[in-house]
């Protein structure tokens, strides 16, 4: 019997369930990995090294200490670190530790930004941004 075909058991032998959480898909941009062109997927993605284009991201999107996305990014919740050259379009809430650097427009209806965070350009909080898919741009 093959150990990827047998479930997880805990200490008295029950299967163990899988969380939702963990059926998400996970990516990783490591951080020698260079991205040219658009990147769209429904689940999460960890960006430690750099992105040249569009980011599409149903879930979430982790931008580490020295990452550099250079393009636009479309998430539903956004933790930056690292830099981001681009709008940031967020459909719950977008944070940005005391590393991050954002050159572009940030569009959320929620934001926690850290000491030590910079941002070069207009930051506009939208409760209707909650009910649009990911990739629709908001128009006033």
Do not use: C, W, Y
């Not at 982790?62 to 933790?79: F, M, P, R």
């Amino acid at each position: 019997m093959s150990i990827f075909s047998s479930p997880a058991r805990d200490e008295q032998g029950n299967e163990l369930r899988r969380r939702r959480t963990d059926q998400i898909p996970f990516s990783i941009i490591a951080s020698d990995m260079t991205v040219i062109g658009d990147l769209e997927t429904e689940g999460v993605v960890r960006v430690e090294g750099r992105v040249r284009g569009t980011v599409r991201v149903g879930s979430q999107v982790l931008v580490a200490q020295g990452a550099v996305i250079e393009g636009d990014l479309h998430t539903q919740e956004a933790v930056i670190a690292g830099q981001i050259n681009g709008a940031i379009h967020a459909r719950e809430r977008v944070e940005l530790q005391a590393t991050a650097m954002v050159e572009g427009d940030i569009l959320t209806p929620r934001i926690s930004i850290i000491e030590g965070a910079k941002v070069t350009g207009e930051v506009k909080m939208d409760s209707k941004m909650e009910a649009q898919p990911v990739g629709t741009s908001h128009k006033s």
